[in-house]
């Protein structure tokens, strides 16, 4: 669904989004981490939609990358909070009251309802993830790498325990023990020599 557009529009504003602050937020974090992130906020915007409709009993489709937007727009803001754009390219406004008014414009979405085609829970479960990736310091790339040392680790484990049967070594002591009970019978217990 995050490489679907419901138009022309739709896939123009979200990939000029992207590239505006992505580049931004590419520098810090770097290319691969910065991809991994972006996916990430794409997957998680959409289980918060699937979420929002269970919730409220209905059925409705997402489609868009808007929510991986998003979680791009809101951890631009949280590095860049002063920094000055000019919305309607005339405007400036500051990214921190920029992610605000995204906010409150979804939050105002969500609860009036409308019918507007418009996946608020998404757009907003994206800005959760680029706010939360930025305040706990999150490192999706590391998670993953964690994830599949902890794996091998246990393979090896695994790998390296011998499982089976425990099967006592033969001794021939019941032979040994027969022979000084029947020792004992015939002739009695002060028969038995001290290593009896």
């Known amino acids: 669904y995050g490489f679907c557009h419901g138009g022309f529009e739709h896939i123009l504003f979200n990939m000029y989004s992207l590239w505006l602050f992505g580049h931004m937020i590419e520098s810090i974090y770097g290319r691969r981490e910065f991809l991994a992130m972006y996916l ?5 915007s959409g289980l918060c939609h699937l979420l929002f409709q269970l ?9 868009g990358a808007s929510g991986g937007v998003m979680a791009v727009v809101f951890l631009t803001a949280m590095h860049f909070p002063r920094r000055k754009l000019l919305l309607f390219l005339f405007l400036p406004i500051e990214m921190r009251w920029l992610a605000v008014m995204y906010a409150v414009l ?4 969500m ?4 019918g507007t085609g418009i996946a608020h829970a998404a ?5 959760a993830f680029g706010y939360a990736y930025h305040r706990f310091d999150w490192r ?5 790498d964690r994830v599949g040392a902890t794996v091998a680790l246990l393979k090896r484990r695994v790998a390296g325990t011998s499982v ?3 099967r006592p070594p033969e001794t021939g002591i019941n032979d040994e023990v027969d022979a000084l009970l029947q020792k004992i019978h015939e002739r009695g ?4 020599t001290d290593r009896e």
């Open 111 to 114: 609860v009036g309802g409308g």
């Open 140 to 144: 999706v790339l590391g998670f993953w």
């Open 106 to 109: 979804d939050i105002s979405g």
């Open 123 to 127: 757009h907003l479960g994206g800005a």
């Open 55 to 63: 919730f409220q009993g209905n059925d409705v489709p997402v489609i």
């Open 164 to 166: 089976g049967v425990y």
């Open 189 to 192: 217990e002060s028969s038995l």
């Open 40 to 44: 990430t906020g794409v997957v998680i």
